[in-house]
T-cell receptor, first 117, second 118 residues
Framework: GAVVSQHPSRVICKSGTSVKIECRSLDFQATTMFWYRQFPKQSLMLMATSNEGSKATYEQGVEKDKFLINHASLTLSTLTVTSAHPEDSSFYIC?????????????FGEGSRLTVL | AQSVTQPDIHITVSEGASLELRCNYSYGATPYLFWYVQSPGQGLQLLLKYFSGDTLVQGIKGFEAEFKRSQSSFNLRKPSVHWSDAAEYFCAVDRFHAGGTSYGKLTFGQGTILTVHP
């Protein structure tokens, strides 16, 4: 159990377009979902925290108008990269905290690789 | 600011050999500590975690880690490595937790890539 799935796994888009990445918890309810970004040969950096039904909380330095996060249900969160530019190319990973699970253990998706041309 | 350091970017071991991956953290209070493994094309999987109590924790796949407060370390070990252990390993610290409850915001180390030779 505790499977998190991301879609798409890879996406290539033109500069200036918007791209939506979905994160779904397949077999549990996720009260909180987290979005991370991973640059090549670097660690995962937390971008934002989203709670079902409320606005996302962004980490310092992350543009909330560029990275739109919606957590519409207990099983789905979406990240939309608006007006994408080549510097937004990265590996985006979501994770979910299981409802009722008090500990810090998170369940991670497979990641989505975004390439902006 | 909190930080997690994994000094070794890439480690190569022979199958059957022992393994130790290093992790050092900088954190002002009692940390919650994690080790995750990431295989190509898969999400991060939790190997083990430390919150309190016994400083030697056992995880899945035969891994263990020891929390040493005096050294601010949480090194991951395995006595005999299998070829299937080849992956990238991440140490992580929970940034916010209170009263035994975590908020789930993790700070990750840079990762250590493990290569296993037959």
């Amino acid at each position: 159990g505790a499977v998190v799935s991301q879609h798409p796994s890879r996406v290539i888009c033109k500069s200036g377009t918007s791209v939506k990445i979905e994160c779904r918890s397949l077999d549990f309810q996720a009260t909180t979902m987290f979005w991370y970004r991973q640059f090549p040969k670097q660690s995962l950096m937390l971008m934002a925290t989203s709670n079902e039904g409320s606005k996302a909380t962004y980490e310092q330095g992350v543009e909330k108008d560029k990275f739109l996060i919606n957590h519409a249900s207990l099983t789905l969160s979406t990240l939309t990269v608006t007006s994408a530019h080549p510097e937004d190319s990265s590996f985006y990973i979501c994770s979910a905290r299981k409802k009722g699970h008090w500990a810090g253990e998170l369940f991670f998706g497979e990641g989505s690789r975004l390439t902006v041309l | 600011a909190q930080s997690v350091t994994q000094p070794d970017i890439h480690i190569t071991v022979s199958e059957g050999a022992s393994l130790e991956l290093r992790c050092n953290y900088s954190y002002g209070a009692t940390p919650y500590l994690f080790w995750y493994v990431q295989s190509p094309g898969q999400g991060l999987q939790l190997l083990l975690k430390y919150f309190s109590g016994d400083t030697l924790v056992q995880g899945i796949k035969g891994f263990e880690a020891e929390f040493k407060r005096s050294q601010s370390s949480f090194n991951l070990r395995k006595p005999s490595v299998h070829w299937s252990d080849a992956a990238e390993y991440f140490c992580a610290v929970d940034r916010f937790h209170a009263g035994g409850t975590s908020y789930g915001k993790l700070t990750f180390g840079q990762g250590t890539i493990l290569t296993v030779h037959p």
